[in-house]
């Protein structure tokens, strides 16, 4: 169930549990139900530390940087600078995204990273980034399930199957074609 929620933003997060419970609000009880997610959310982020990476991250980013990859994170809540330090990985980022880059946040990070779309490796883990991203006309490299990542140009289970060698060779078979 908690796949069901990425890339969800707060209300659309917020419809998904009242509709798996039946029930529904008017303006002032969603009003709270909001802010009481906004608080369970800051107390998750206030806990957040490097102990909390997915396994394998870390060394890919240390690749990537190490051959001048440059990295960007879309970040449509808006929270990725603050996850970015809790994690100690600000090093490694050049760019995030904001909300008000959500409605083409792709185009948005090649641009800001100075390089063409079709030179951009996106990896999502959702169907709305692997749609945004392909409309972007980036390379997409689906993490997860292949159900819902099916349409990705190369898919991995997990986020440690990526190397910085298969994400060259993802890049050199694919990017002519986009």
């Known amino acids: 169930m908690a796949g ?14 009242l509709a ?9 009880a969603r009003g709270d139900l909001l802010a009481e997610q906004d608080r369970f959310y800051g107390q998750v ?3 957040l530390s490097e102990d909390d990476l997915v396994p394998g991250i870390k060394r890919l980013l240390v690749a990537l940087y190490d051959h001048y990859v440059k990295l960007a994170v879309n970040d ?3 929270h990725g600078d603050e996850i970015i330090k809790r994690l100690k990985l600000d090093e490694f980022i050049d760019v995030v995204g904001t ?48 159900d819902q990542l ?6 991995v289970s997990q986020v440690g199957d990526l190397r910085y060698q298969m994400l060259e060779k993802v890049w050199e078979d694919t990017h002519e074609d986009k």
């Open 4 to 17: 069901d929620f990425k890339g969800l933003d707060r209300n659309a997060a917020l419809d998904r549990v």
């Open 20 to 28: 798996h419970f039946n029930a529904s609000t008017d303006g002032d």
């Open 45 to 47: 982020l206030a806990d």
């Open 76 to 78: 449509p809540a808006g």
């Open 99 to 146: 909300k008000a880059d959500a409605t083409q946040p792709y185009q948005f990070l090649a641009a800001k990273l100075a390089v063409p779309a079709t030179g951009c490796i996106a990896l999502v883990t959702n169907q709305a980034d692997l749609k945004q991203a392909a409309a972007a006309r980036l390379t997409t490299i689906g993490i997860g399930g292949a």
């Open 150 to 155: 099916a349409g990705a140009d190369y898919r």
